[in-house]
């Protein structure tokens, strides 16, 4: 067989076209809104949910992957590659690299390598991307390995709620660091703490949004002062428009920079709110630059946004 299996959750957020593309298995968080629960990878109009969530009063809750789930993704994997390596969504705010792991020690005969993102959404998706991209080039196990160490470890990834509730509700922040954000009406820069096994925590507090996303620029420009190299992305959470705006900001200031517009969906849009926005970038080496595609890629072209294009 020879080949690398690449496997990650629905939080990476990945097109339809995308998973054809790359190749890889997706399996689903469960998104519980009421009485109704779901698949996340199941949904295709984010802007209805980010409608309905806005009304109402109480927080979505999220499940991981059932053990059965990774189960069943390996197994129908291990007929057709040597090995796998399975990319998933920070265990410092979920519990799928656990189960992941669990099903992975439950197959020993299967060459398994869990991989813990440290992130969500466009942090998984970009160490994805990249692993899948060389895979498909011919990279060894090992060298696939190494790579996504390399973007966790160099990854700047920062993101700026419109209000801290959703993460105050969902227990995803320390409950004094949102009422302080509420009462001085701060707009935080949050990000995955690493030293907190990825966690989310406070970057910056910043009085407007405004300057909260000049700060934010400020931080992609030190990354591009030492590294021109740039894989880049913006973020949002039921925000098209002003990630669109947040685009052509990065565009102007870097012409050699197509930054990607990657869509949060249920699962991680329920507990950092509506209205987020981000930026998410590393510096290429000269390998991964042979391999990362450097055109505009809109992740969630397939999402009904409420847009015409």
């Keep these: 067989m020879g080949k690398i299996g690449i496997v990650t959750d629905s939080v990476t957020y990945l097109t339809p076209e995308q998973i054809d593309e790359l190749q890889v298995e997706v399996v689903s968080l469960v998104i519980n809104f009421g009485d109704q629960s779901w698949?996340?990878?199941?949904?295709?109009?984010?802007?209805?949910?980010?409608?309905?969530?806005?009304?109402?009063?109480?927080?979505?809750?999220?499940?991981?992957?059932?053990?059965?789930d990774f189960l069943q993704t390996y197994d129908r994997l291990a007929g057709k590659v040597s090995s796998i390596i399975s990319i998933h969504l920070s265990a410092g705010v979920s519990g799928t690299v656990q189960v992941a792991r669990s099903a992975a020690r439950m197959m020993p005969g299967v060459d398994i390598s869990v991989v813990d993102s440290g992130a969500a959404a466009i942090g998984v998706y970009m160490m994805v991307d990249a692993a899948a991209r060389a895979v498909a080039a011919g990279w060894e196990k090992e060298r696939v390995l190494q790579a996504l160490e390399y973007i966790k470890e160099n990854r700047t990834l920062l993101f700026m709620p419109d209000s801290l509730e959703y993460l105050k509700r969902g227990g995803r922040i320390g409950g004094a660091a949102a009422m302080v954000g509420t009462l001085l009406q701060v707009k935080p820069i949050l990000y995955f703490n690493p030293g907190k096994n990825g966690t989310i925590d406070v970057y910056e507090k910043i009085r407007t949004k405004e300057k909260g996303l000049q700060r934010i620029l400020a931080e992609l420009d030190r990354a591009y002062r030492q590294s021109p190299d740039l894989k880049t992305g913006v973020v949002h959470v039921g925000a098209e428009a002003e990630g669109k705006a947040l685009v052509q900001r990065v565009r102007e200031l870097y012409p050699e920079l197509s930054p990607d517009l990657c869509p949060v969906g249920p699962v991680v849009g329920a507990h950092i709110g509506p209205g987020t926005l981000g930026i998410c970038c590393y510096p290429l080496t000269s390998d991964l630059k042979e391999i990362i595609k450097y055109k505009q890629l809109d992740c969630g072209a397939s999402h009904a946004m409420g847009n015409s294009s």
């Design 39 to 68: 698949p996340e990878a199941s949904v295709s109009d984010y802007r209805d949910f980010y409608e309905q969530l806005r009304q109402v009063s109480y927080l979505p809750t999220t499940s991981q992957p059932s053990m059965g």
